[in-house]
């Protein structure tokens, strides 16, 4: 599967203007011919067919250039539901990365949402805002180049928020400026973290912000195969033949994705009924080593 860029002509390395032709591993695609041809048509290549599908947030999360360990479908679907993200609902992300749950957050607050995403990696930034603008997200997305452990995200979205996402290193350091961050009648937060050990320390500092309902989630699909199996059943009459059976069988499939990350989810609830000063220092400051 690849993401095309639908435009007849391209410049090549000297700059000169030419056909855009895409190689595939089945022949070569002049893309010009795309141009009114309908999502879900079948096209012909030299050395077989393609089928042209309506770009979406699942398909990009597949085909988009990685910049960064990403986020998959299975997790941003998790991701999306418990934070109950919904059209018109003020969200914060960071890191913005290679923007692949940037997308999907995108798509569930359209068409009157914001989704601001914060990423302290210049080059990622300027990349993630080119790919949001050409896939037409910017009237929802804005991306900015900020520091969020040292700087928190800033007065401009201060009591603002619905929902925070943090995918950074040292989630637990931030806690406190996602408070700051969420509106005065609170709302759901949730960290992806690759290790145990992030869990453990960020859980601590949400308890110290006076979050609740914390919870911690694994998300791993694990396939069932349901398949009908010929069994044959020996006689005992040496007479008679033996018997075959067609039997419904079920197994789980041997192979199966492993793990990505842990989700902490929890709830801030209301300013009236919280009380900010008890956050813990040592819960947030940062000790230990970045390797
Ligand atoms: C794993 S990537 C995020 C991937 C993203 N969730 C996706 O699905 O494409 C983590 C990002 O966090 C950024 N990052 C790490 N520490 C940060 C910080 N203190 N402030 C802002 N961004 C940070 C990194 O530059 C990196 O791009």
Known sequence: ???????PNIQNKHGDVIDNVFQTTYGALKVASL???????????SKGWAFILQPNPELWTLTLPHR????????????????????????????TGSGSLT?????????????KTFDFHEQRVQVAKQEFDDHGLSPVVQVSRRDVCQ??????????????????????MVVPHAVAAFKPQGGR???????????????????????FEISTIECLQREILVASRTVSVASVDPDSK????????????????????YLTFATLPPVWSRNTSAVSEVDCEETVDNS
């Open 1 to 7: 599967m690849h993401a095309i860029k639908v435009v």
């Open 242 to 261: 033996d018997e075959t059976f067609n039997l419904d069988c079920t197994n789980y499939n041997p192979t199966m994705p492993g793990h990505t990350g």
């Open 103 to 115: 997308h999907a957050l995108a798509r569930r607050v359209q068409p009157n949402g914001t989704v």
């Open 68 to 95: 960064t360990q990403i986020i998959y479908t299975p997790d941003i679907s998790n991701i999306v539901f418990q934070l109950e993200i919904h059209p018109g609902s003020f969200v914060i992300e960071s890191g």
């Open 35 to 45: 141009i009114g041809v309908k999502y879900g048509s079948k096209v012909g290549l």
């Open 151 to 172: 700087e928190g995200f800033g007065p401009e979205v201060e009591g603002k928020a619905d929902a925070v996402f943090l995918d950074l290193p040292h989630p637990w």
């Open 189 to 211: 937060f949730c960290s992806f973290s690759p290790c145990i050990e992030q869990v453990q320390r960020t859980c601590s500092a949400l308890r110290g912000a006076r979050f």
